[in-house]
């Protein structure tokens, strides 16, 4: 809660819309992403529930994710409900009406919220569902295959994803890249431990179409000066500029 990023949680209406947006330029047909009666999976929602909450306000009949830092008793315990869910409720409320009630609300988060404490890769989540969200986590799990395959075990075509992966060091540098190219990507995960997987965005679409899962994949911020750094021959040997400077993507389901 002291952390900024984590005491707002209305930021994950504003980031869907900022995003849905982004993909509105690259696929016009491209509908707002629907919670109404739909399943919503999350990929590591963070200890606050992330999307959850947005999620049941607006209607899901379910929403489900497996995060390594969560604690069911914490979230749901009187801090958490008057520090961070009062406002959020507030906030939802000024952007989607009063939909429900902030008890109604707070009810529903226990009885359709199914977040288990772990990896993704072994959630007990079975399909189908019907939208999957996740927020700057793909980056950031160990083998990025094993969490794909199983959302190619819950997805089906008519699934509709949206993920946003951050390609940078994840530091306050003036380069997100700096630290991160003048090394081979093993000799930076051995320096920084298994914090980010140095997977590139041709690398992640690649993945989920290995298991058929189709993607559109849309950069959303890529450095403007590229990186004025030593690169090594092992990032430029295999990717083209766009992929060595796109800070941020999103992947996306086709339609
Ligand atoms: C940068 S945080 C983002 C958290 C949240 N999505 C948000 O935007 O606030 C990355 C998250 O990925 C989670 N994570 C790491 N490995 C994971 C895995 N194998 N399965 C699910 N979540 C994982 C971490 O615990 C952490 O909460």
């Known amino acids: 809660m002291s952390s900024q990023k984590y005491s707002r949680g209305i930021r994950f209406a504003e980031l869907l819309m900022r995003q849905e947006a982004i993909v509105r330029r690259h696929i016009p047909g491209w509908a707002p992403l629907e919670f109404e009666s739909r399943r919503v999976v999350e990929v590591g929602c963070g200890p606050l529930a992330g999307f959850g909450p947005l999620a049941i306000f607006c209607g899901a009949t379910m929403f489900e994710s497996a995060e390594p830092e969560w604690d069911e008793a914490l979230f749901h315990s009187e801090p958490i409900r008057e520090r961070y869910l009062r406002t959020f409720h507030a906030d939802l409320v000024g952007l989607y009406g009063e939909r ?8 529903a988060l226990k009885e359709r919220m199914r977040i288990t404490c772990g990896g993704f890769q072994t959630a007990p989540i079975v399909g189908p569902v019907d939208v999957v969200l996740s927020q700057s986590v793909l980056e950031h799990v160990f083998p990025l295959s094993e969490t794909v395959a ?16 951050d390609f940078g060091n994840h530091y ?4 997100p890249f700096e630290g991160l190219y003048d090394v081979t990507p093993d000799e930076y995960i051995a320096r920084r431990g298994k914090a980010i997987n140095c997977l590139r965005a041709p690398d992640v679409a690649a993945t ?4 058929g899962i189709a993607v559109r994949l849309i ?16 990032w430029r040997s295999r990717y083209d500029d766009d992929a060595l400077f796109t800070q941020l993507a999103l992947v996306a389901s086709p339609a």
């Open 208 to 211: 989920f179409e290995k298991v």
């Open 219 to 234: 950069p959303s911020r890529r450095a403007q000066d590229g990186y004025r750094g030593a690169i090594h021959p092992s």
């Open 150 to 165: 199983k959302l190619a075990e819950i997805q089906t075509p008519a699934t509709r994803f949206l993920h946003l992966v």
């Open 172 to 175: 306050p540098t003036s380069s």
């Open 100 to 107: 429900m009630r902030f008890a109604d609300f707070t009810a």
